[in-house]
């Protein structure tokens, strides 16, 4: 027989092979080495020699409770405690407080309504757990009447521990007003109850009262602790107050503060936010072993400074250091992925988040929605809304705007009428979304309908994007009058109002209209290079070049200048990048003869070059030359040539930084005919996906 290694292990041997009836002290002694280890199998051992000695477990109910909860063993301890006829007040206390520590806050409030029911009198440290459960449930009323009963009860709610619990769930529920009150009728202040507060304000968006009662907390002489200069950063980096942020890390680095992971974690977020990207990357660097809070907040920053590449590197290199992503990691570089409309890199992550366990969830679940119906994916995209157990308002969001970016206007409305039946409330980007929906599928009456349940009964009434989002429907649909008084209507409309009624004019060739719209805006911003672009393009459109000709010479006056026109294709994880008329590519002498098989092949079936889109005097014949250069139509040639030996169901996806031009638009209807494959075109405004010699848009766009 193995020699045991402890004395614990010993006399548990002994014990198992006498069977002998153990006095009460012994096996108290033995529960509490088993506490010192955190052993839970030493635990169960004895827990079973008392129940096969004949020994009455049950009193030593509470020590059992105890010890289990220490080893981290809670569904062992609720079998104790559920078996005890009387618990004492402090297993009832420990119950509740590692319920809410194990996230089973519903568990924990179940168990406090049993304690009243029982007659057990609840003490302040039962409160301080008990409040953390309702501020995690979102119990308002709940936990306002546990805070009347709390003092009702004799507990002194001035008491730091207490308040502490008490400004937590009360800034958690958005009552600053009342978490004030506790927090100054306290005298005593201390670190913990400090921080509560200063959290509560920078989670609340209260940026300055953060940052001002951490300044009295200073003259105060309470000294900070990690927690709160992580907090008090944050503050100042969403102010965008490097200064102060800067000022406070020398107050750190003055007392000697070591910068703790919750604190470097936030500096490099402050740093972030105060556009200072590189001080957020060396940051993270100096942390020696950064957590996944670390992680997630510098894939974080690369993100929000558009730095969508380096982010999907940095959790690569993440996984490669066996740092388990959560699922605000993964949601995070699905917005990478979305944003640059990676469908392979946005399929790895979604498999890797099955893999662990992490599909689920409503931030990974959103993000995939997003990030499918921007790579132009909507049915991937809607199978996984169709999954989720339950309807919450960002997954809606999301799966609304990428029917709207698709042109499934009346699957969005769909989807908007579900949600009210279901009664989750809309907020701004809902119906931001459905509004564009319909504008994208020319559903007049529907947005009508919708901007007038905005109006009528939507509690914060029309935004400007709701406004934008209407001119824009209106103007699309020939309705350039109505589009306008609406403008007109409002005290002080702005220029994006304005420029999607300056697009309409452009669609439907209202010049005069157009001269007006372009000098209210101009009044608004002499400088806005998009109106200049607009009415140059107006004029080319209607051939008079002379005036196309000042145009571009007032902007040439201003130092404006036009972005110039790029698409790009993604092929074996490398992104292609064209330029009109581009021979820049290294296989631009192959690219160049499948345009012109191409061109040959689209005109047997109709095609002839629209040179509406020439957007400079030529002749007719150069004129249709120059159309066939486009850089969307190099990316489509590419795309073609590149996937001749693809199977027929794989679509050919190209993206554009601006919107697709009429030509090529119908060109490339064509080349979905010839080739028999779906194209898949992203421009600057929406998806067009043709197929068979259709797009999705109708030819609406």
Known sequence: MRVPKTALSAALVRTQHTAARAPSDTYASLLLRCAAERSLEKTRRIH???KMSGFPHLSLGNKLVDVYLKCGAIEDARQVFDAMPK???????????SCVRYSRSREAVDLYNRMLWEGVMANEFTFSSLLRAFSELGLVAQGGAAHGRLVISGVDATNAFVASALVDMYAKFGKLREARVVYDRVCSKDVVLTTALIVGYTQNGEYSEAIQLFRQTMKDGISPNDFTF???LIACGSIGDLRRGLLIHGVMEKLGFKLGCSSQTSLLT???RCGLIDDSIKVFESIADPSTVSWTAIIGCLVCNHREEPALLMLRNMINDSVRPNAFTLSTALR????????EQGKLIHAFATKIGLDGTRFVCAALIDTYGKCGRIGMARIIFDDLPGLDLVSVNCLINAYAQNGHGVKAIRVFEMMQVSGLEPNDVTLTGVLSACGNAGLLEEGRRVFSFIVDSYKHGPSSDHY????NLLGRAGKLEEAERLITELRSPDKVLWRSLLSACKIHGKLDMAKRVARNILELDPGDDATYILLSN???????WNEVINVKSAMRRMKLKKDPAMSWIEVDREFHTFMAGDRGHL???EIYKELEVLITRTKELGYVPDTRYVLREMEELESERSLYYHSEKLAVAFGVMMSSNDKGDIPITIFKNLRVCGDCHSWIKLVSQVVGKEIIARDAKRFHHFKDGLCSCSDYW
Do not use: D, T
Request: with cysteine; proline share 5%; hydrophobic share 50%.
């Open 468 to 471: 934008a989002c209407m001119v």
């Open 270 to 272: 402050m740093y972030s």
């Open 48 to 50: 079973r020699h008392m």
């Open 336 to 343: 990478a992925c979305s944003a640059l409309a990676l469908f």
């Open 87 to 97: 618990p004492h007040p402090v297993s009832w206390n420990a119950m509740i407080s």
């Open 587 to 589: 296989k631009a002498e």
């Open 230 to 232: 992580a907090s008090v």
């Open 538 to 544: 107006i004029y080319a459109s209607l051939g008079q």
